[in-house]
């Protein structure tokens, strides 16, 4: 088993990511999930901090997670390191004394201590739901410590990878945070096909080609087909790559001028489709949204299995016209006068 550190505020969506590198993913604590198994693709989750082999959980004090640490088989060998962590500062443990004191039971049964390099890290987690009132779920677990060896760290590269700091940028383009959140749901990895057919900028073509899928971008605009070509060719196979030994290779891409309801793809040519709809104010788009994207989901259903549809709005009832079954659909507030409606369809 393991215990994964979640990220950001809104736990339903950040496990619903992790499912996409982990098996068995469920409520632990806020800010934890359980999961029955990790991938190597964990690293490359956005809302997903770490995961570490779990050791056991008890109740969220010291004392209890020195007596789990203390009844647990630790099959370890070399130098460790202790790190301690008030999840959400849910409980008010005081981390330092935790890690002294988990650190002293590790000494005891004869490990060696590196705080600066150690061969193998011990995360203590404290959670309690009493604590944290913004978790976003309705069953967030109970009151925990949890205690595991860390064996994946995401890889947190986004802030390098701005919208602003691409070669062609537009106003509204989503941050690659969430635009990698999106992908990992609806599946993008090494030797899947991921078709966006609104591509705007490129940011979502640009996060699954970084976890290795081939990627298929359209966009009705000229104007942005010729920017997020830049963009790919800027990040994908350029200078603007942030780690390509950290990175499975990008995988192809390619791109067309097109409408999003007629694109000239073969049937089921794709393993899943995600595209950012408009959004009603700033949309240059006149007249009802619904026909375009209602276009959009059919063709979607055509080409892929999968599809995640972001929109500034409930687009259910469209989808469900479309013959897609909405599995999950999650609420992201982006600013005050906008929320952004994720439809995992399937």
């Not at 359209?218 to 200078?239: F, Y």
């Not at 390619?254 to 000239?264: S, T």
Request: net charge negative.
């Amino acid at each position: 088993m393991y215990v994964l550190e979640l990220g950001g505020q809104d736990d339903p969506f950040a496990r619903r990511e992790a499912a996409s590198a982990a098996s068995d993913v469920s409520p632990l604590a806020p800010g934890l999930a359980a999961a029955r198994g990790v991938t190597d693709r964990a690293r490359h989750l956005a809302y997903t901090h770490r995961a570490c082999e779990l050791v056991g959980t008890g109740d969220p004090d010291i004392e209890s997670a020195r007596a789990v640490l203390e009844a647990a088989s630790l099959d370890r060998e070399g130098t460790v390191a202790v790190r301690a962590v008030d999840v959400r500062a849910s409980t008010q443990v005081d981390t330092q004394r935790a890690e002294r004191a988990l650190g002293g039971v590790l000494t005891d049964r004869g490990f060696a201590v590196d705080l600066d390099a150690p061969d193998h890290t011990l995360y203590a987690y404290f959670s309690d739901p009493a604590g944290d009132e913004e978790t976003g779920d309705d069953a967030p677990g109970e009151a925990c410590c949890a205690l595991g060896w860390a064996v994946v760290d995401s890889l947190r590269d986004f802030g390098g990878r701005q919208p602003t700091d691409r070669p062609f940028f537009q106003p509204g383009s989503m941050a690659p945070l969430e635009a990698r959140a999106l992908v990992n749901i609806a599946g993008a990895r090494p030797d899947r096909t991921v078709v966006d057919p609104m591509c705007g900028t490129g940011g979502l073509l640009l996060e699954a080609g970084l976890v290795g899928a081939r990627v298929v971008g359209s966009d009705a605009q000229a104007k942005m087909v010729r920017g997020t070509r830049r963009n790919l060719r800027h990040v994908l196979d350029g200078a603007g790559h942030p780690a390509p030994d950290r990175y499975p290779d990008p995988g192809d891409w390619g791109l067309v001028r097109a409408d999003a309801a007629r694109l000239p793809l073969a049937d089921d040519a794709a393993d899943a489709v995600v595209f950012d709809a408009p959004y009603g104010r700033q949309s240059r788009i006149e007249g009802d949204l619904a026909p375009l994207v209602s276009g959009a989901l059919a063709e979607s259903r055509r080409l892929a299995p999968r599809c995640v549809l972001v929109a500034d709005r409930d687009w259910s009832a469209l989808a469900r016209e479309a013959d897609w079954t909405v599995a999950d659909r999650f609420e992201r507030r982006v600013h005050r006068s906008l929320v952004r409606h994720v439809h995992v369809l399937a």
